[in-house]
């Protein structure tokens, strides 16, 4: 167990609809990252943020959105989901900016 | 922009039968090189972090080094339950972390 959490496990919509994946990190980390994992894809970086503000952007589409909250749990909303947006969802946290991150269980989220 | 390849793509070794995968990076400043596994459907799980050229780092079956601009991880008479994906990532000064495709090693008994 990383001690990171993030829920739901799974979650399957429609298209077009909007959704909010939860992200607690591990208990003292400042810096959570989220990322996308397609089938049989690599790890694509999203957004990363620090003690509640944001420090980095990837490949992060203009229909999702992310925000650290004071209590330094983390959500990423998706919204006009595709069905190219079924995915893994990844969220890390570390404690500084430049050490290791340690990873959640995902979100599996299936677009039907 | 930062690029990490990884090579091979896939590896198929028989159990005791020792490799390296390698992991080569193109980065705007190098602040980590960081190595993890994954099984199928679970989370990364975080095995080692790089700093500076020369470094290394071992843990169990596992060692990992690292140049100016690549890194290996060496399998020393690998299990089958060594079999997983293993992926290398980078943080650069604009704390962009990015990871490569990874390796999917297979270890049969």
């Known amino acids: 167990d990383s001690g990171v959490t993030q829920t739901p496990k799974h979650l399957i919509t429609a298209t077009g609809q909007r959704v909010t994946l939860r992200c607690s990190p591990r208990s003292g980390d400042l810096s959570v990252y989220w990322y996308q994992q397609s089938l049989d894809q690599g790890l694509q970086f999203l957004i990363q943020y620090y003690n509640g503000e944001e420090r980095a952007k990837g490949n992060i589409l203009e229909r999702f959105s992310a925000q650290q909250f004071p209590d330094l749990h983390s959500e990423l909303n998706l919204s006009s989901l595709e069905l190219g947006d079924s995915a893994l969802y990844f969220c890390?946290?570390?404690?500084?900016?430049?050490?290791?991150?340690?990873f959640g269980q995902g979100t599996r989220l299936t677009v039907v | 922009e930062d690029q990490v390849t990884q090579s091979p793509e896939a590896l198929r070794l028989q159990e005791g039968e020792s490799s390296s995968l390698n992991c080569s990076y193109t980065?705007?400043?190098?602040?980590?090189l960081f190595w993890y596994r994954q099984d199928p459907g679970k989370g990364p799980e975080f095995l080692f972090t790089?700093?500076?050229a020369g470094e290394e780092k071992e843990k169990e079956r596992l060692k990992a080094t690292l140049t100016k601009k690549e890194s290996f991880l060496h399998i020393t008479a690998p299990k089958p339950e060594d079999s997983a994906t293993y992926l290398c990532a980078v943080r650069d000064y604009g704390q962009n972390f990015v990871f490569g495709p990874g390796t999917r090693l297979s270890v049969l008994p």
């Open positions: 980065v705007s400043g190098l602040r980590g």
């Open positions: 790089l700093y500076s």
């Open positions: 890390a946290s570390s404690m500084w900016q430049n050490t290791e991150a340690f």
